[in-house]
C-alpha cells in the first residue's frame, strides 16, 4: 500500500466519515428542495424541463420563458400613464414597482379641461367633450409613443393597479397558453397540459402576430362559440374561489362559475371587456390602434373602443387580441374616502373601512410591509373556504 493511500485511511476516521456522510445528505437535502421550489429544474425523459404539473417546456423554450421574468416582463418597454397631480398613485406604483423588480416608464396622463375639439377625430360623435375624453387621449398619448419608439412591444399601466406576488410565473403560464392561441385558432377549449410548448416564438414569448394582450381589466366574458379557442389553466392556486371573483358589475357571476376550482381561462378575444387596466401592445397593434382610435374615429371611451376593436364590433374590423380571466391585474382600493378613485366618474365620497384588490389573491400592495421586511408568510385576500 502507498503512503498516500495509508495517509488517505488514517485521514478518513468513522467520525470524519460520518461528518462527510452528514453533509452529503444536507447537499442532497438543499438541492431537492430547491428543485420543489422551482418546477422548471426538474429534468424530464424527452430532455425538456417540467413547467408545472402535466406541462414539460423544451430547453429553447425555457430561455425564451425566462425573458418573462425580467423587469418589463418579456416586453421592450413598461409604460404607466399617471396625472401628475396624483402623486399617492405614482408613489405607490413606485413601490410596488420596486419590490416586485419591474421597471416602468411613467407618461403624463390627460385631463379633460386641455383637450380641444379641433383635434378630436372627425369620427366624434358628441356635441360635448365627453367626461372621459383626458383618459382616451392619455392612452392615444401612451400608444403613441410605442410607435414613435418603434418598440417591438409595450406594456401599458394605469398607475392604480395591483397584482399578485407571483405574476412573473403567471405570466410565463399565460405565454405559454398565447402562443398555442396564436397558431392553433381552430381548436376550441382545451387544457394548459394539452398544448404544444416545443416550439420558440420569433418576436415575443408571447407568440407571433398579435396585436393587444388584455392583462387587467374589471370585468369580462368568456368566449359563447364553443370553437372559438379557450385554454384553460387548472390548479391554479393564485386564483380566488368563484364566490371572490368580481367584475364592475358587483352582482354578477363569475364567467367561470362552472368550471372547476381554481382555473384561469385564457381567451382569444375580449367579450365585454371592460378597464383599460393593463394591455399589452405589439408594434402592429400599436400603429393600427393609433390609426383607428385616435385618428380616425371617436365614438366611445378608449376601453369600449379597445373591446369593439379587438371584437370587430360597431363597425371594426376584427384584430388579434387576447385575454385572461380572472384578470392578472386589478385595481387596488385603499382605506379611507372613495372621492379618488376615478378621475372620470368621481364617488360621492364614502368611507371605505379596508384596502383591497379584487381578484387578486397574493396582492403586492396590501402586502408591502411584509416585502419590504422580508416576511413571506403572505396576506392571502381570499383564502379557500
Known amino acids: 500500500m502507498s503512503p498516500s493511500s495509508t495517509w488517505l485511511r488514517q485521514l478518513l476516521t468513522k467520525p470524519i466519515r460520518n461528518g462527510v456522510v452528514a453533509f452529503a445528505a444536507f447537499f442532497s437535502l438543499i438541492l431537492l428542495l430547491q428543485l420543489f421550489r422551482n418546477p422548471a429544474l426538474i429534468g424530464s425523459r424527452s430532455g425538456g424541463q417540467r413547467w408545472r404539473a402535466g406541462v414539460t417546456v423544451s430547453a429553447a423554450r425555457q430561455r425564451s420563458l425566462n425573458d418573462v421574468r425580467n423587469s418589463t416582463l418579456g416586453f ?8 401628475p397631480e396624483r402623486t ?45 375624453i383626458g383618459a382616451w387621449r392619455a392612452h392615444m398619448n401612451a400608444i403613441s409613443h410605442v410607435v414613435e419608439k418603434n418598440w417591438t412591444s409595450a406594456l401599458i399601466l394605469e398607475d392604480d393597479v395591483d397584482w399578485d406576488i407571483r405574476l412573473k410565473s403567471l405570466l410565463q403560464d399565460f405565454a405559454l397558453s398565447t402562443d398555442d392561441l396564436l397558431r392553433h385558432r381552430d381548436q376550441g377549449r382545451r387544457a394548459l397540459s394539452a398544448v404544444d410548448t416545443s416550439r420558440v416564438p420569433s418576436s415575443s414569448p408571447f407568440g407571433d402576430g398579435w396585436d393587444v394582450l388584455w392583462l387587467g381589466h374589471c370585468g369580462m366574458e368568456l368566449p359563447i362559440d364553443d370553437q372559438i379557442p379557450v385554454i384553460l389553466h387548472h390548479d391554479d392556486l393564485s386564483v380566488p374561489q368563484v364566490e371572490y371573483q368580481k367584475s364592475y358589475d358587483i352582482k354578477a357571476e363569475s364567467p367561470l362559475r362552472s ?12 367579450r365585454q ?22 385618428l380616425k374615429r371617436l365614438d366611445n371611451a378608449f376601453d369600449l373602443s379597445l373591446r369593439d376593436w379587438c371584437e370587430g364590433n360597431n363597425g371594426h374590423q376584427r384584430h388579434t387580441c387576447i385575454s385572461v380571466l380572472p384578470q392578472l391585474f386589478d385595481h387596488y382600493r385603499p382605506a379611507g374616502s372613495d372621492i379618488g378613485d376615478s378621475e372620470i366618474n ?8 379596508k384596502a383591497y384588490t379584487r381578484n387578486i389573491r397574493w396582492s403586492v400592495r396590501l402586502n408591502i410591509d411584509k416585502l419590504l421586511s422580508g416576511d413571506k408568510d403572505f396576506d392571502d385576500q381570499y383564502p379557500d373556504v
Open 88 to 132: 399617492d398613485h405614482r408613489d405607490g406604483l413606485v413601490l410596488q414597482t420596486a419590490v416586485s423588480d419591474i421597471k416602468v416608464d411613467f407618461i403624463n396622463g390627460v385631463s379633460r379641461s386641455s383637450i380641444q375639439s379641433k383635434v378630436l377625430p372627425t369620427g366624434h360623435r358628441h356635441d360635448e367633450v365627453p367626461p372621459w
Open 259 to 270: 368550471l372547476p376550482p381554481h382555473t384561469r381561462a385564457v381567451a382569444y378575444g375580449a
Open 346 to 353: 368621481p364617488e360621492d365620497d364614502k368611507h371605505r373601512d
Open 76 to 83: 421592450e418597454r413598461i409604460v404607466a400613464i399617471n396625472l
Open 273 to 294: 371587456g371592460t378597464c383599460s387596466l393593463a394591455y399589452a401592445v405589439s408594434r402592429t397593434g400599436a400603429s393600427r390602434l393609433l390609426n383607428d382610435l385616435g
